[in-house]
T-cell receptor, first 112, second 115 residues
Framework: DAKTTQPTSMDCAEGRAANLPCNHSTISGNEYVYWYRQIHSQGPQYIIHGLKNNETNEMASLIITEDRKSSTLILPHATLRDTAVYYCIVRVVSGGSEKLVFGKGTKLTVNP | NAGVMQNPRHLVRRRGQEARLRCSPMKGHSHVYWYRQLPEEGLKFMVYLQKENIIDESGMPKERFSAEFPKEGPSILRIQQVVRGDSAAYFC?????????????FGPGTRLTVL
């Protein structure tokens, strides 16, 4: 079962920041939070990941709360091409294995 | 550096036939993961392999499904005696190591349709 919960859908105006929330209240201390997105039905595209510190790269910023029970993905200037399903994922590592556990994600629609 | 490659991109099979899905990981990657996505659903983990080893197959159906990642060549996901419920998109991902913090890079997927 997914260890994250996200809103089903969100809208954002083109050029504005898109803030996508995620709850992961049962996350373990050594589990990373990953964000991927899927445009149409293409393969998921990696965006960013973090453990407990905030992270930023050329695509987005990831803000993780101090208790690590939630996080927010920020797309600073959303474009129409950012319309996609965004998945907040906990990377589960146990018993010598590891896997990404996907939920249903947030469908972000960027409007002109 | 080419990304993860999957073929075929689309595969149509009749009930009872076999489906073979191939995945070539990124150069230098020795870890492969297979996921399945049903319509309107998120991806579900199926199996995690390293070269010549199955590390975790906890997401694989117990019957008809098998996976391998030989020393040479691509990883293969094999579905025997396909049924309509096997219709889905199958994605492969690869990573260089199993160290914490490595992302998995996904291929474009194989869309299997069972008639």
């Amino acid at each position: 079962d997914a260890k994250t919960t996200q809103p089903t859908s969100m809208d954002c105006a083109e050029g504005r920041a898109a803030n996508l929330p995620c709850n992961h209240s049962t996350i373990s201390g050594n589990e990373y939070v990953y964000w991927y997105r899927q445009i149409h039905s293409q393969g998921p595209q990696y965006i960013i990941h973090g453990l407990k510190n905030n992270e930023t790269n050329e695509m987005a910023s990831l803000i993780i709360t101090e208790d690590r029970k939630s996080s927010t993905l920020i797309l600073p200037h959303a474009t129409l091409r950012d319309t996609a399903v965004y998945y907040c994922i906990v990377r589960v590592v146990s018993g010598g294995s590891e896997k990404l556990v996907f939920g249903k994600g947030t469908k972000l629609t960027v409007n002109p | 550096n080419a990304g993860v490659m999957q073929n075929p991109r689309h595969l149509v099979r009749r009930r009872g036939q076999e489906a073979r899905l191939r995945c070539s990981p990124m150069k230098g990657h020795s870890h492969v993961y297979w996921y399945r996505q049903l319509p309107e659903e998120g991806l579900k983990f199926m199996v995690y392999l390293q070269k010549e080893n199955i590390i975790d197959e906890s997401g694989m159906p117990k019957e008809r499904f098998s996976a391998e990642f030989p020393k040479e060549g691509p990883s293969i996901l094999r579905i025997q005696q396909v049924v309509r419920g096997d219709s889905a998109a199958y994605f492969c991902a690869s990573s260089p190591t199993r160290s914490y913090g490595n992302e998995q890079f996904f291929g474009p997927g194989t869309r299997l349709t069972v008639l």
